[in-house]
């Protein structure tokens, strides 16, 4: 069967032996490390297994293994999950989201430019320690056990974070589990369902249950050791560890200029069927599994330089796969030549179902490096493999992989005790081009960012680390990789040097807590997204003080946030090529399950005495960061920014839900759902609360308008005053929504861009006034709130209904007052002539239907009192939209129009965003993004970068 490898492009990990990446790892494997340890005192009290095992010496085998430290710590913030979530979390949940957000950096890959794609996430594990110690304490019952503790969210969360939508699920085959998750991975990509996948495997030991079981059943070695293919096998050790690799399709990664670990010829599976028991392994169907792999893949078994064994160390389970293996290569391998063959559970234990994803990240860095490392423990064959007749030959010393001009060829098993058997044919990667002779030496910027100073110090270390070993050819490339391969965080610096020790000194320094003034470094929260000029970029021919002076500045630009740079123009000459490089340093805190201790600081300082906040404002912003943090479920050594909005600190419908009924009990002020549902920051809701207590009057009845003047000022909510600014963005919102949807737009668009949203009455800061059910209305009220503000060139966004809004508006201000927009921005809604045929043939909305649309989370949906302050906006806004009748006139706008579409948006698809071409004279553009109805909330990045550059003042020519 001809099909296209597969490519390995990144990895990440984390076994036991502290090896916490492929690089590490790779250095245990070589150095021969044993990495088996005594059981840490936190993991379980061996007292204990005396008591539920009275007089059973057996037991002593439970005090070694494979064991990772800080399985109990996991940097919750940084995938946005709240702490009250975490602890509840299985700490195999937690390892996967580390390591396969490594393995993406391993491989270049920013995870945030996945999301909308077809990307898979295949992950292989089959324990649930975690959820036995949680049931035993009627403390850790709550919403978040069940998703928190069920196994196949390992691989659905992963897909939730990074916005996945490919395939993802779970597998539990036992100790095939992840191989298996591999195998998938791959029959994904060959039957076109992905064009990247994520596979995994992850196994932690947090209860001595299971392995006493394994120990009754003779399966644990005494030594606690796995002593592969030797003679003294008498069972193995239990491990834990994580493992995830990056895989597409060979041409995809060639052609995007990926690193190729190796690559994928072909994968299988097959189960024992009846055999002489059901953990007992069948050597015919592993000889069958085998013949098939390597038959689909068109490969001899004499091309098959040496196999990654499963190789627990049991005396039977050796021997049936030693002759099994055996058995085939004979069919086909030269005479006087040998197979080698290891097994990685020699260095760190069997890790039952994330052993597969070992043994292939062993195979992967051996092919790499063209070196295969020693198997352990291994002293004299076991008798019942009869070396002596089959091709097979133990690999006892670091040993060089020559092939003799073949390419380089493995096979990777991994057999379940449930009798689940895979195999994997892996090979080299091919060749790469070869890299330019004597590069020039010339200057070069990198970039590094992180979510706060401490990460950004230590990432700088480590990069300090890893330039120390790299030689001046290098230095591009690892440029090149950072600044594109990375996620943009708030924290950032930059610097520039021609020569990788010069770098490595200065981010030495940096990482040390030094401020060297040849590190720009800056703080920026706000993305920026205008473009630098053509001729800020060096170019070939700029001489190296011209290029360094101008490389200086744009760092300088990179690290205070204020453009996007385009990276290509800095590479230099030739193709760069994307290499491996030092990942995220997680912040990680304790969550664990209680009963629990209360944490101490981690740098202690002297005591102080508490001091009671001396206003009532100081007490209310106490009592409000006290209840979120209840709600939560932080401790009192952990802190957060008061600005920061209450979605940011993690908290989903649920948590508002608990909060408001928290504010209502103690304070007897019941806050809105739409002000809650806004998000707002701690210190918007500190200000939100004083002004119910000042009041201390029942909720205002909504009053007409026409009873009061128009206020401007509540028209324009969230407006960032700015007064030089060149132009004003109005903009309108959807139906059901409010102005707060824009408030984080100014913060992403270019400065001489004021944003002004449009907040109608009946919703948010406006709830206590009466919807506006009058389209006719609606335009005329707006034609008198934005009138003075029309001094300036002016343009109009609306989403949905306010697409309708903006539309509507421009024709009358054009007609009535001869101003017209410089350009109109409409998104997510028919164009305006179809407007009546699809009333006609759309039913009023239901209430579950408009739920659904407007992405009202269903827990809200059930609150009654929620609801009951939300829907009257709605149904208002639904009416509205129906008093809407289309007018054709003599002639269109003439500014530019452009129609935004969300891609699973069902109102609104690309004919009939297309259709809005006729409204217009000028220049028509569409644009599609990921996302449903509320696309502008899902892609709101990629949308706002898109309005950056059509609100940008055109160049000269001359």
């Known amino acids: 069967?001809?099909?296209?490898?597969?490519?390995?492009?990144?990895?990440?990990?984390?076994?036991?032996?502290?090896?916490?990446?492929?690089?590490?790892?790779?250095?245990?494997?070589?150095?021969?490390?044993?990495?088996?340890?005594?059981?840490?005192?936190?993991?379980?009290?061996?007292?204990?297994?005396?008591?539920?095992?009275?007089?059973?010496?057996?037991?002593?085998?439970?005090?070694?293994?494979?064991?990772?430290?800080?399985?109990?710590?996991?940097?919750?913030?940084?995938?946005?999950?709240?702490?009250?979530?975490?602890?509840?979390?299985?700490?195999?949940?937690?390892?996967?989201?580390?390591?396969?957000?490594?393995?993406?950096?391993?491989?270049?890959?920013?995870?945030?430019?996945?999301?909308?794609?077809?990307?898979?996430?295949?992950?292989?594990?089959?324990?649930?320690?975690?959820?036995?110690?949680?049931?035993?304490?009627?403390?850790?019952?709550?919403?978040?056990?069940?998703?928190?503790?069920?196994?196949?969210?390992?691989a659905n969360r992963l897909s939730y974070v990074l916005d996945l939508k490919g395939p993802s699920l779970a597998v539990d085959a036992a100790c095939s589990s992840s191989l298996v998750a591999v195998h998938l991975a791959c029959q994904s990509l060959w039957n076109g369902e992905s064009d990247l996948c994520v596979a995994a495997g992850v196994h932690v030991m947090l209860s001595p249950r299971i392995t006493m079981s394994f120990i009754k059943a003779g399966m644990m070695a005494a030594d606690g050791r796995c002593k592969t293919f030797d003679a003294r096998a008498d069972g193995y050790v239990r491990s834990e560890g994580a493992g995830a690799l990056v895989l597409k399709p060979q041409s995809s990664a060639l052609a995007d200029g990926n690193r190729i670990y190796a690559v994928i010829r072909g994968s299988g599976t097959n189960h024992n069927g009846r055999s002489n028991g059901l953990t007992a392994p069948n050597p015919r169907a592993q000889e069958s599994l085998l013949r098939q792999v390597w038959r689909q893949a068109d490969v001899l078994p004499g091309q098959?330089?040496?196999?990654?064994?499963?190789?627990?160390?049991?005396?039977?389970?050796?021997?049936?796969?030693?002759?099994?293996?055996?058995?085939?290569?004979?069919?086909?391998?030269?005479?006087?030549?040998?197979?080698?063959?290891?097994?990685?559970?020699?260095n760190i234990g069997h890790l039952e179902a994330a052993a597969g994803i070992a043994g292939i990240i062993k195979v992967a860095l051996a092919l790499h490096h063209r070196c295969i490392p020693p198997n352990l423990h291994f002293e004299q064959p076991n008798p019942h493999i009869p070396f002596e007749r089959l091709p097979l030959q133990v690999v006892r010393e670091l040993t060089a992989w020559e092939p003799g001009g073949a390419m380089r060829l493995a096979g990777v098993s991994a057999f379940g005790f449930g009798g689940t058997n895979a195999h994997l044919l892996v090979q080299e990667a091919p060749p790469e081009p070869a890299a330019p002779p004597n590069p020039p030496t010339i200057p070069h910027l990198l970039t590094l960012t992180a979510r706060s100073e401490p990460a950004l110090r230590q990432l700088a270390g480590r990069f300090a680390h890893h330039l120390n070993a790299a030689d001046a050819a290098q230095l591009a490339d690892i440029c090149f990789s950072a600044n594109t391969g990375r996620t943009l965080f708030a924290f950032r610096l930059a610097l520039v040097a021609e020569h990788p020790a010069e770098m490595a000194g200065l981010l030495a320094a940096f990482g040390a807590g030094q401020r060297p003034s040849a590190v720009h470094f800056g703080h920026s929260p706000r993305r920026r997204t205008t473009d630098v000029d053509d001729d800020a970029y060096p170019?070939?021919?700029?001489?190296?003080?011209?290029?360094?002076?101008?490389?200086?500045?744009?760092?300088?630009?990179?690290?205070?946030?204020?453009?996007?740079?385009?990276?290509?123009?800095?590479?230099?000459e030739g193709r760069m090529r994307r290499v491996s490089l030092p990942t995220y340093p997680f912040e990680r805190q304790r969550y664990w399950m209680a009963p629990e201790p209360q944490p101490l600081p981690v740098h202690p300082t002297p005591a102080k005495v508490p001091q009671p906040p001396h206003t009532p404002r100081d007490r209310l912003a106490a009592y409000v960061q006290k209840q979120v943090m209840d709600v939560l479920k932080l401790h009192s050594a952990q802190t957060f920014e008061p600005e920061r909005s209450l979605s940011d600190l993690g908290l989903d419908s649920l948590m508002l839900v608990e909060l408001r009924d928290h504010f209502a009990r103690d304070l007897q002020v019941t806050l809105s759902p739409a002000r809650l549902l806004r998000n707002p920051s701690i210190d918007e809701?500190?200000?939100?609360?004083?002004?119910?207590?000042?009041?201390?009057?029942?909720?205002?009845?909504?009053?007409?308008?026409?009873?009061?003047?128009?206020?401007?000022?509540?028209?324009?909510?969230?407006?960032?005053?700015?007064?030089?600014?060149?132009?004003?963005?109005?903009?309108?919102?959807?139906?059901?929504?409010?102005?707060?949807?824009?408030?984080?737009?100014?913060?992403?668009?270019?400065?001489?861009?004021?944003?002004?949203?449009?907040?109608?009455?009946?919703?948010?800061?406006?709830?206590?006034?009466?919807?506006?059910?009058?389209?006719?209305?609606?335009?005329?009220?707006?034609?008198?709130?934005?009138?003075?503000?029309?001094?300036?060139?002016?343009?109009?966004?609306?989403?949905?209904?306010?697409?309708?809004?903006?539309?509507?508006?421009?024709?009358?201000?054009g007609e009535h007052h001869g101003l017209q927009p410089?350009?109109?921005?409409?998104?997510?809604?028919?164009?305006?002539?179809?407007?009546?045929?699809?009333?006609?043939?759309?039913?009023?909305?239901?209430?579950?239907?408009?739920?659904?649309?407007?992405?009202?989370?269903?827990?809200?949906?059930?609150?009654?009192?929620?609801?009951?302050?939300?829907?009257?906006?709605?149904?208002a806004d639904n009416r509205l939209c129906r008093s809407y009748s289309y007018q054709e006139r003599t002639r269109p706008l003439g500014c530019s129009l452009t129609a935004f579409g969300g891609l699973q948006d069902r109102v609104a698809g690309r004919e009939e965003l297309t259709a809005w071409n006729r409204h217009t004279n000028g220049i028509f553009g569409l644009q599609m993004f990921p996302g449903r109805h509320l696309f502008l909330n899902e892609s709101r990045d990629a949308l706002l970068k898109v309005l950056a550059r059509s609100l940008a003042p055109a160049r000269s020519v001359y």
């Open 685 to 813: 809701l500190v200000e939100e609360l004083s002004k119910h207590l000042r009041e201390k009057v029942p909720a205002a009845q909504p009053q007409p308008l026409g009873d009061a003047p128009v206020q401007v000022t509540a028209w324009l909510a969230h407006r960032l005053h700015r007064p030089k600014a060149r132009l004003r963005l109005f903009c309108f919102h959807h139906l059901g929504g409010g102005a707060s949807v824009f408030r984080q737009w100014a913060d992403a668009l270019p400065a001489d861009v004021e944003v002004c949203p449009v907040q109608f009455p009946g919703r948010e800061e406006r709830i206590a006034e009466m919807p506006l059910t009058s389209f006719c209305a609606a335009i005329e009220l707006l034609v008198q709130v934005l009138a003075p503000h029309l001094d300036r060139p002016f343009a109009l966004y609306g989403h949905s209904m306010g697409s309708l809004v903006g539309f509507e508006l421009a024709h009358r201000l």
């Open 539 to 572: 170019r070939l021919q700029s001489s190296l003080v011209e290029r360094r002076r101008m490389l200086e500045v744009l760092g300088g630009w990179f690290a205070e946030g204020s453009v996007a740079l385009e990276w290509g123009r800095l590479a230099g």
């Open 304 to 346: 098959v330089q040496y196999v990654e064994a499963h190789g627990t160390g049991t005396a039977l389970g050796d021997a049936m796969e030693g002759k099994a293996l055996g058995t085939v290569l004979s069919e086909g391998y030269p005479s006087g030549r040998s197979c080698l063959v290891g097994s990685v559970k020699t």
């Open 1 to 154: 069967m001809n099909r296209e490898p597969i490519a390995i492009v990144g990895m990440g990990c984390r076994f036991p032996g502290g090896a916490d990446s492929p690089g590490q790892f790779w250095r245990l494997l070589c150095d021969g490390t044993d990495a088996i340890s005594d059981l840490p005192p936190a993991r379980w009290n061996l007292a204990d297994l005396d008591t539920l095992e009275p007089g059973a010496s057996e037991m002593k085998h439970a005090r070694r293994g494979g064991f990772l430290e800080q399985v109990d710590r996991f940097d919750a913030e940084f995938f946005g999950i709240s702490p009250r979530e975490a602890v509840t979390m299985d700490p195999q949940q937690r390892l996967v989201l580390e390591v396969a957000w490594e393995a993406l950096e391993d491989a270049c890959q920013v995870p945030g430019r996945l999301a909308g794609t077809r990307t898979g996430v295949f992950v292989g594990l089959s324990s649930f320690d975690y959820y036995e110690l949680l049931m035993a304490d009627g403390r850790n019952f709550d919403a978040y056990l069940g998703t928190g503790n069920t196994n196949c969210v390992a």
């Open 822 to 875: 410089e350009h109109l921005f409409v998104g997510g809604l028919w164009a305006p002539h179809l407007h009546a045929a699809h009333m006609a043939n759309q039913p009023a909305w239901q209430s579950e239907t408009l739920s659904t649309l407007l992405e009202i989370p269903a827990a809200l949906r059930t609150e009654e009192q929620f609801m009951a302050q939300l829907w009257p906006a709605i149904e």
